[in-house]
């Protein structure tokens, strides 16, 4: 089977600084894949990449078959894959219908609109009138990734879903990827919460100081095999 994206030798950085090191992932489609890693491992490096918002140094990406490092950031969203960037980045004096449509600027044909991102946050429906910035951070982040939804990506690159948000709010907006999926998105989640990244992805792929240190089914893996992963140390046996 061909995978959706075909990650290979992907090196990445900023200037003289290279934070990806031939980083070789595939990801079928329908597949839920967490990338996981300390701080600096490159995690946000990798989405940005894959979103043309860093230019790759070496290595190829296909994405459905085509070399997606040929394609332009901004045409990458009409290509099928959306970002929900760290930080959110919402439109603060824009409400949240507005921030939503935004999303849907430059969307492909699919089955992601305005109510159909109600149905799946639909603790959004009470706030379309509201700006942005009043929002809390769990809002916010349903908002975001609401946003990249209305673009009917085939493929959600999810940043940080959980980073400063309580444990409830994680919870809410996690329980709301099955149905992402169901719908014909695969999603790609970076997650420094190893427990919550294990529980929500088939699959899971650490990146230790930009290099990928591991990856496999979660439920195939010891906790111990991804602490030592995760901040590389040698696994005990
Ligand atoms: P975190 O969980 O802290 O966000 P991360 O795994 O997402 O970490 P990145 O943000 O991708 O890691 O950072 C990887 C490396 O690249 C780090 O050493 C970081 O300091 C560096 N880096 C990130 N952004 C920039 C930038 N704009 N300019 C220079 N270096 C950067």
């Keep these: 089977m061909t995978a959706l994206l ?15 090191f031939e980083v070789y992932m595939a990801v079928e489609e329908g597949e839920t894949l967490a990338i996981i890693g300390a701080n600096g491992a490159g995690k946000t490096t990798l989405l940005r990449t894959l979103a043309g918002l860093v230019p790759a140094s070496s290595g190829t990406v296909r994405f459905a078959g085509a070399d997606l490092l040929a394609v332009p950031a901004w045409k990458r969203v009409g290509h099928g894959i959306s970002l929900v960037p760290e930080g959110r980045m919402l439109f603060p004096s824009l409400d949240v219908r507005e921030n939503l449509l935004i999303g849907a600027h430059a969307r492909r044909g699919g089955r992601w609109n305005l109510d159909r991102v109600i149905e799946v946050f639909p603790l959004l429906a009470p706030l379309l009138g509201r700006p942005s910035e009043v929002l809390s951070g769990g809002e916010k982040q349903a ?19 959980s980073l400063g948000l309580a444990p409830l709010v994680v919870k809410q907006l996690y329980a709301a990827l099955p149905e992402v999926v169901e719908a014909g998105t695969t999603v790609l989640v970076v997650e420094q919460d190893i427990g919550q990244a294990a529980a929500a992805a088939d699959r899971l792929v650490c990146l230790l100081e930009g290099r990928v240190v591991l ?3 979660p439920d195939c893996l010891t906790r111990g095999d991804i602490v030592a992963a995760y901040f590389g140390m040698k696994a005990e046996t």
């Design 215 to 217: 990856e496999g089914d």
């Design 143 to 161: 908002v975001a990734i609401g946003r990249a939804l209305m673009a009917n990506p085939r493929l959600m690159l999810l940043d940080e879903v």
């Design 6 to 20: 075909d990650v290979r030798g992907l090196s990445a950085g900023y200037g003289d600084f290279q934070a990806l």
